[in-house]
Nanobody, 114 residues
């Protein structure tokens, strides 16, 4: 069974930055598209960023475009999400996902205070 383990969340002041990590196991990581989603309290889960396999093509949700970066280290089976200029609206649980699959991690909590 594929396992995804997120880390790097925490409590951060508005304007700050965080880098989230997701380590995958039991997965052909290099051949997998990877995604980050988030879910704010009382809201639906939304797609934050996607990185394609091999020759990475990156895309971002409107809410984080221009202040985030998704990247991957295939040798370490890890995908990262860097978030900058955080606002309280970025608060939520961030989940790692293998693209077009039902493989999810348990998430990491990001809380931004002003």
């Amino acid at each position: 069974q594929v396992q995804l383990v997120e880390s790097g969340g925490g409590l951060v002041h508005a304007g700050g930055s965080l880098t989230l990590s997701c380590v995958a196991s039991r997965l052909a990581f290099g051949g997998s598209e990877m995604r980050w989603y988030r879910q704010a309290p009382g809201k639906e889960r939304e797609l934050v960023a996607t990185i394609s396999k091999r020759t990475p093509i990156r895309s971002y949700g409107d809410a984080v475009k221009g202040r985030s970066s998704i990247y991957r280290d295939d040798a370490e089976s890890t995908v990262y999400l860097q978030l900058n200029r955080l606002t309280p609206e970025d608060t939520g649980v961030y989940y790692c996902n293998v693209g077009n699959s039902n493989f999810w991690g348990l998430g990491t909590q990001v809380s931004v205070f002003s």
